[in-house]
Each structure stands twice: as C-alpha cells, then as structure tokens.
C-alpha cells in the first residue's frame, strides 16, 4: 500500500508568513509592557523581548502570561493595549501581503485544497486583521486560540479544529506552513504530513519540520507534489 496521502487542507500562519509585519508586532509588545513598567534600556525590557521572540507564534496572552508569572491582572492589562496599539497600527498603516502569498492562495484553492488561517492573534484582532486583508474570497477559515477552547500553538488544537471544521477525513491530509517553532510544533502534533517552515532553519527543525523552504511561494509546488513523502528532512516533533 503507497503511503502517499494527498493534500486536501493547508494551515498558513499568519503573522510573519503570509503578512510581514512582525515589527508591528514587537512594537505593540513593546508598548504593552511599558505600561507595566517594563521600559527599553533595562535588564527587564531585554528579558521580556527574549520572551517574546521565543514565544513567537503562541497566544498572545500567553506570552504576556510568561512575561507576568504572578500577576494575572497585569498580563491581561498588557494584553489589552497590545491589541489597541496593533490594531490602531493597522488602522495608520494597513498590512503588506509577504511577497507571492496571494498567488499561493489562488493557486491551492484552484487546485480544490481547504486554506485556513492560523494565529496566536485573539478574535478581535484576527477579525480587524480580515477586515483590512479583504481575503474573504481567498480563505475558507480563520482561527484565533478561542475558536479551539483556548489553547493555541504549540497545541494542536487550532489545526484540529480546522479539520474538523472543514470535514478532512484524515489528519495526514494537512499540510502546515510557518515561520517559528511553535508552528511546527503545532503542526507536527496534529499529525499533518507536511510541516513546512520558512526562514530560521535551525529553529524551525528544532520544532519538527519535515520540509524548510526559501519563500512561501515554494509552498504550493510541495503540496501539490505527486510524492510528498521523499522530501522529509530533519526528525519528529515532540
């Protein structure tokens, strides 16, 4: 029996993969955690960068969570001017689609896959970053950590959900792209057969990919692949 199994969903990150706009990002961290007290030029400001470079991917306010062990009221004030000073970001500056990522969608949903977008955004602001997009007609989902009863990556929550949601008979019908660690773990839990990531390779195979690619815009030649099986790199996810 051949153990090729086709592509029927792919799973694409959002921040950093399909939108460049990462320093949008730390900014708005930036800014949510000197309303803690947490201001640029101390030991405390670089600790929780660190954090939020490594978290990468992960709900947000699980990384402010990280950032405030003990403190739950200060990780969800934190959260909350995250996403005003993201979103009053988008509202001045939009968001830049990463070079090819529009043909990526046309040419996967052309070819009949489910697409879902997958964040660590929450609702609220995964709704005004669809709004700005327009990409309605590009996507069949859009998940935030709440729509999977709250776990993000690196659970595999959010990916379950989207086979659920869009009837994938089996799990090793997904194909999962990102750009940190906690996206290939997510993807290599959920049982996807292919985990691509792009950029930091070594972080990246930390996380289990099964494939590392130069841009987003090699992603559809892979999936679309007669034989996803013999392009496997790098070892399983734990």
Known sequence: MSDVVPIRLAC??????????????????????????????????????????????CPKIDVFRGIFPDNEAQAQAANLTFERSYEGALERAGLVPMPGVVEVLDKLRGSGLRLALVTGFSRTTLSRILSVLGWDDKIDLAISPEDAGGRGRPWPDMILHAVLRLGIEDVRQVAVIGDSESDMLSGRRAGASIVAGVHSRERLLKGGATHILDTIADFPSLVLSSDVTTHHIGTPGR
């Open 12 to 57: 694409l990150d959002l921040a950093g993969t399909t939108v460049g706009d990462i320093a949008m990002v730390e900014r708005a961290f930036a800014e949510a955690i000197a309303t803690q007290g947490i201001v640029p030029g101390t030991g405390a400001y670089a600790r929780a960068m660190v954090h939020v470079h490594r978290s990468r991917g």
